[in-house]
């Protein structure tokens, strides 16, 4: 049936007519099937490159022979090993399948459609969707040299009264920069109370100095968000979680489907988070390699955001063709058209072997002017 015979029958949300979908890192399977490529490195989701924790393995190993039964929908073991990591009541806890679960549970349990969000330029693109998603609005406050302004961003929130949730990325992503704890600080003592600030931390492993967890003791209206996808490697599982007011994670639990998180994600999760050294060795690594790119793409005058993530953005002009140019040589990147930023391609920081192929398929493609 022809598209837009299904719209006229059944109109969506007017809201969802007009909405882009989230455009994902291309899986390596797809470029495979699209492309016949097969030596294939993926550097376009920010995904740890050094996989994750042996424990992790030797955990949902042991879960193998119970998958016909439910999870614990309550996540108990899981909330109490967070409970005790971060020091907060387990009460204070939301588990989501992903932090995206999470980030979605937090809009539909606070935002209308009479009401408003507000988030930065160039800020993870899924405040915006969810925005449109709840019919709400969603108010993109302009960033300065790719950062939050948060002077304009409280003017923003305190300007428009309908505002439910203002949303920070530290470090953000795509652009890898970050705030300090004190601007946030200051920011948050200047938002009205029943407004929601949103922390989303999803690469604070890689940057522990934007770890926000002493606010949640401050103010009662901080949420924390962060995932397991990232540094703890576990993207494929879809583990999330906030950190909150008991009685905001106790809206979260009334929206939430019950089984949101999975028997082996919570398996998983609950392993991971005891390897501490794996984390601390993951951004060591993330360190280095993040200078070596660094210092490759300076080496081909190709400017950069400086990055307090595991992932830099870098300025290259026809990102589009070049992206495409990459694609056929089997290396992943992420184009971000989508962000309004048509001459910057994001790239994870890998592991040497493949930042190193990186910068040699992205010099060779450089020096051929037959682009
Ligand atoms: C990756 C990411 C998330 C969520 O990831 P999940 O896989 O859903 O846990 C959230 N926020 C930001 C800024 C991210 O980059």
Same mark, same amino acid.
């Given at each position: 049936?022809?598209?837009?015979?299904?719209?006229?029958?059944?109109?969506?949300?007017?809201?969802?007519?007009?909405?882009?979908?989230?455009?994902? =890192?291309?899986?390596?399977?797809?470029?495979?099937?699209?492309?016949?490529?097969?030596?294939?490195?993926?550097?376009?989701?920010?995904?740890?490159?050094?996989? &994750?924790?042996?424990?992790?393995?030797?955990?949902?190993?042991?879960?193998?022979?119970?998958?016909?039964?439910?999870?614990?929908?309550?996540?108990?073991? $899981?909330?109490?090993?967070?409970?005790?990591?971060?020091?907060?009541?387990?009460?204070?806890?939301?588990?989501?399948?992903?932090?995206?679960?999470?980030?979605?549970?937090?809009?539909?349990?606070?935002?209308?459609?009479?009401?408003?969000?507000?988030?930065?330029?160039?800020?993870?693109?899924?405040?915006?969707?969810?925005?449109?998603?709840?019919?709400?609005?969603?108010?993109?406050?302009?960033?300065?040299?790719?950062?939050?302004?948060?002077?304009?961003?409280?003017?923003?929130?305190?300007?428009?009264?309908?505002?439910?949730?203002?949303?920070?990325?530290?470090?953000?992503?795509?652009?890898?920069?970050?705030?300090?704890?004190?601007?946030?600080?200051?920011?948050?003592?200047?938002?009205?109370?029943?407004? $929601?600030?949103?922390?989303?931390?999803?690469?604070?492993?890689?940057?522990?100095?934007?770890?926000?967890?002493?606010?949640?003791?401050?103010?009662?209206?901080?949420?924390?968000?962060?995932?397991?996808?990232?540094?703890?490697?576990?993207? =494929?599982?879809?583990? =999330?979680?906030?950190?909150?007011?008991?009685?905001?994670?106790?809206? $979260?639990?009334?929206?939430?489907?019950?089984?949101?998180?999975?028997?082996?994600?919570?398996?998983?999760?609950?392993?991971?988070?005891?390897?501490?050294?794996?984390?601390?060795?993951?951004?060591?690594?993330?360190?280095?390699?993040?200078?070596?790119?660094? &210092?490759?793409?300076?080496? $081909?005058?190709?400017?950069?955001?400086?990055?307090?993530?595991?992932?830099?953005?870098?300025?290259?002009?026809?990102?589009?063709?070049?992206?495409?140019?990459?694609?056929?040589?089997?290396?992943?990147?992420?184009?971000?058209?989508?962000?309004?930023?048509?001459?910057?391609?994001?790239?994870?920081? =890998?592991?040497?072997?493949?930042?190193?192929?990186?910068?040699?398929?992205?010099? &060779?493609?450089?020096?051929?002017?037959?682009?």
């Amino acid at each position: 049936m022809p598209k837009k015979e299904a719209q006229a029958i059944l109109p969506a949300y007017p809201s969802i007519e007009t909405l882009a979908p989230y455009q994902i =890192g291309k899986p390596i399977e797809e470029l495979t099937r699209e492309m016949g490529v097969t030596d294939v490195i993926k550097l376009a989701s920010n995904e740890n490159p050094y996989g &994750s924790s042996p424990r992790v393995t030797l955990a949902i190993t042991q879960e193998l022979d119970k998958l016909a039964r439910y999870p614990d929908g309550n996540g108990f073991g $899981l909330k109490q090993k967070l409970a005790d990591f971060y020091e907060v009541s387990p009460n204070q806890v939301t588990l989501g399948n992903g932090a995206n679960d999470i980030l979605d549970l937090l809009a539909r349990s606070f935002v209308g459609h009479k009401d408003a969000m507000v988030y930065s330029q160039f800020a993870f693109i899924v405040y915006g969707i969810l925005a449109k998603a709840q019919g709400a609005l969603g108010i993109e406050v302009p960033a300065v040299h790719f950062a939050h302004d948060l002077a304009a961003m409280q003017q923003a929130v305190v300007k428009n009264t309908q505002t439910k949730i203002v949303f920070i990325a530290n470090p953000n992503n795509p652009t890898g920069t970050v705030l300090e704890i004190e601007e946030v600080r200051n920011f948050i003592a200047n938002i009205p109370p029943s407004v $929601l600030v949103v922390i989303d931390e999803a690469y604070v492993e890689y940057c522990p100095a934007a770890n926000h967890r002493a606010l949640l003791d401050e103010f009662a209206n901080v949420v924390i968000v962060r995932t397991f996808s990232k540094a703890y490697g576990l993207a =494929g599982l879809r583990i =999330g979680y906030a950190l909150s007011s008991e009685s905001v994670a106790e809206m $979260l639990n009334r929206v939430r489907q019950p089984f949101n998180v999975s028997r082996l994600g919570l398996a998983a999760a609950t392993a991971a988070i005891d390897d501490t050294a794996f984390i601390e060795r993951s951004n060591q690594l993330n360190i280095e390699q993040r200078r070596w790119l660094g &210092s490759q793409f300076d080496a $081909l005058g190709l400017g950069f955001i400086k990055s307090a993530a595991n992932f830099i953005m870098v300025e290259i002009d026809n990102a589009s063709s070049i992206n495409q140019a990459l694609l056929a040589q089997g290396v992943i990147v992420r184009p971000l058209q989508n962000y309004g930023l048509d001459n910057w391609l994001r790239v994870s920081v =890998g592991t040497p072997e493949d930042n190193l192929r990186l910068i040699d398929t992205l010099r &060779s493609i450089l020096n051929n002017d037959a682009l």
